[in-house]
Each structure stands twice: as structure tokens, then as C-alpha cells.
């Protein structure tokens, strides 16, 4: 079946450690993005993909950082610049043009 | 900027009955589409319900379905005969024509036995 994979279901960090989070799609949908959720706060949008190797920042993009050099995978990278990396991590992918997304189900990074 | 406005935290409903959650959105473009995604505990994000807005018929998916005011910019989203399995958090979302997505904070539905 067609869908989206992240992983780790769940992920610890150290402080000052960068951390990989992976997010690959097998439904050769074009846009790719990536969200975080913290309580209250809703989906923030950190980047997002359109094509192969071209991303664009999102509304929260410091202390990210992407690459998209695979259709079908859109990993994101936390790194020691993001003070405050505790959070749900969402990706998603979408066609373009598209009706809506579909979500992975998600990492849970946890500063330690 | 686009904005959605999602002014419930927190719905109640009893089993069987009716619940509508609000969304109000702001934008200045004509063509673009509205959401409504459910996330349960589990944190699977599940597309309920879709409307674009050039049609002005309200979409309807079984027992969900939307009232949607273009000139209002509303899109309210009912749950009739609500179920067990209806209890989670709800989140309105505008698409706009250049395919970039906007969340609202999400209204937090309980299901009352």
C-alpha cells in the first residue's frame, strides 16, 4: 500500500547533538513537507519541497535543515541551533496541483 | 498572510448526538480549498472532509459535513450521530492557490457515553 513513512517512532537527543528525522513517500506525490505540532500551538510549517533538489523555508526554518535529492524522500535534520526541539514532528506529501495531504504518523524528538 | 481561526479549544458531545466545530479563515484570493483533519490519540493525521470554493454545494462525507460561507469566510464542520471513535482533535487547513497549507490550532472534540 502507498503511504508515508517516518521514522523513529520516537527519538532522544542530547544537547548540542544534531538528529536525523526520516520521512520517505512510495505514493510519487511531488511536494513534500514538513510540520511541527506543539501543544496548543497547532501545525507550524518548518519547510517544504516542491521538486527534486528545491526546498523553500517554512514559518519556522531556524535551526533546521532539509534536503530533497530523492523524490520520495524529504529527511529533516534538527540541529544544535534549535533551542527548543522538544516536539511532535509531522511530514507530508501531496501532489501539485492537490486536494490535500497525507501525513506520516509522526516522530516524537525529546531533548535529554 | 493567510490565517485560520479555530476559537473552541475544547467540544463536548453526547454519543449519538450532533456537534458542529467553527473555522473561520482569512484570505484575499477566490480559488482555494478548505480541510477538516481529525487526529486521534494515536496522532495519525486522517483527512475528514474537503470543499472547494468555487462550489457552492456543501461537501458531505456520511455522517460529517461542512457549511460553508464564502462571503463569510466560515467553514463550520458538523458530526452527526456522533461515535466513540469521533473523539479527538480536529484541525481546519486553507490551501491556497500556490499549494502552501495553513493550520488552525485544532478544537479538542470528547465523546460523551
Known amino acids: 500500500d502507498g503511504g508515508i513513512t517516518q521514522s523513529p517512532k520516537y527519538l532522544f537527543r542530547k544537547e548540542g547533538q544534531n538528529v536525523t528525522l526520516s520521512c520517505e513517500q512510495n505514493?510519487?506525490?511531488?511536494?513534500m513537507y514538513w510540520y511541527r505540532q506543539d501543544p496548543g500551538q497547532g501545525l507550524r510549517l518548518i519547510y517544504y519541497?516542491?521538486?527534486?533538489?528545491?526546498?523553500q523555508k517554512g514559518d519556522i526554518a531556524e535551526g533546521y535543515s532539509v534536503s530533497r535529492e530523492k523524490k520520495e524522500s524529504f529527511p529533516l535534520t534538527v540541529t544544535s541551533a534549535q533551542k527548543n526541539p522538544t516536539a511532535f514532528y509531522l511530514c507530508?506529501?501531496?501532489?501539485?496541483?492537490?486536494?490535500?495531504?497525507?501525513f506520516g504518523s509522526g516522530t516524537r524528538l525529546t531533548v535529554v | 498572510a493567510q490565517t485560520v481561526t479555530q476559537s473552541q479549544p475544547e467540544m463536548s458531545v453526547q454519543e449519538a448526538e450532533t456537534v458542529t466545530l467553527s473555522c473561520t479563515y482569512d484570505?484575499?484570493?477566490?480559488?482555494?480549498?478548505l480541510f477538516w483533519y481529525k487526529q486521534p490519540p494515536s496522532r495519525q493525521m486522517i483527512l475528514v472532509i474537503r470543499q472547494e470554493a468555487y462550489k457552492q454545494q456543501n461537501a458531505t462525507e456520511n455522517r460529517f459535513s461542512v457549511n460553508f460561507q464564502k462571503a463569510a469566510k466560515s467553514f463550520s464542520l458538523k458530526i452527526s450521530d456522533s461515535q466513540l471513535g469521533d473523539a479527538a482533535m480536529y484541525f481546519c487547513?486553507?490551501?491556497?492557490?500556490?499549494?502552501?497549507?495553513?493550520f488552525g490550532t485544532g478544537t479538542s472534540l470528547t465523546v460523551i457515553p
Open positions: 507530508a506529501s501531496s501532489m501539485w496541483p492537490s486536494y490535500g495531504y497525507t
Open positions: 484570505t484575499s484570493e477566490s480559488d482555494y480549498y
Open positions: 505514493l510519487n506525490h511531488d511536494a
Open positions: 519541497s516542491q521538486i527534486v533538489n528545491d526546498f
Open positions: 487547513a486553507y490551501r491556497s492557490p500556490g499549494n502552501q497549507f495553513y
